[in-house]
């Protein structure tokens, strides 16, 4: 991990590296890793979180190295430099019509996606309900067995690097149209 946080880090005080296929190959494998759960860019550390802002910088320059492409899921056609997620059976997860969910988010088994929205970064861990309307922004982490409403919102955040991530805990209930932003902390239940 060393490696690949070394390599976020140069490529992010020089964006000329960009051009260089180790370093977009690293950018995706982070990617990769989020989407599997296997990395997270805020996670419970001694009694609080701990924010990894390298991985947060990893998204941010993910952007850049993506192209705009027509994507099509069934019916509906997007235009955009992001794939969205698949193989949700796979993975335990409900999705239902109208809902979609960026690739480098992650979702726990048990997660249910009502038409909803969620994007890159954010980990969403199981038994967890994004209701109808909701919205899980860039890099936000909701913890298991949550009801995010409908219409709610938990916002994303990406700049600046160090800023702390919107954080649902455990066990938490947020009510229908509520919008909880960057730096909130809703504590366990």
């Keep these: 991990m060393k490696y690949i946080r070394e ?16 370093t977009i190959n690293t950018i995706r494998k982070v990617i990769s890793l989020l989407d599997k759960g296997e990395l997270r860019v805020a996670e419970p550390f001694d009694g609080g ?10 998204v941010v320059l993910y952007f850049p190295i993506q ?21 949700y059976a796979a993975q335990g997860v409900r999705v239902v019509p109208g809902a979609s969910a960026r690739q480098g988010s992650y979702l726990s088994a048990g997660t249910i996606l009502m038409p909803s929205y969620v994007n890159i970064g954010a980990y969403v861990d199981e038994g967890t309900m994004i209701d109808t309307f909701a919205r899980a922004g860039s890099c936000c982490q909701i ?3 949550c ?16 800023a702390l991530p919107t954080i649902i805990e455990d066990n938490v209930f947020l009510g229908a149209m509520s919008e909880v932003v960057e730096g909130v902390i809703v504590g366990e239940g």
Excluded at 7 to 18: D, G, H, K, Q, V
Excluded at 75 to 81: L, P, S, T
Excluded at 147 to 162: F, K, T
């Design 147 to 162: 009801h995010i409403s409908a219409g709610s919102g938990v916002g994303g955040v990406l700049e600046p690097a160090q």
């Design 7 to 22: 390599t976020i880090e140069s490529a992010w005080e020089n964006r000329e590296l960009l051009k260089e296929e180790n």
């Design 49 to 58: 979180w701990q924010v990894n802002e390298w991985v947060k910088k990893a």
């Design 67 to 87: 192209k705009m492409e027509t994507l099509e899921a069934g019916i509906f056609e997007y235009h955009d430099k992001m794939p969205l997620k698949t193989d």
């Design 143 to 145: 913890g298991k067995n």
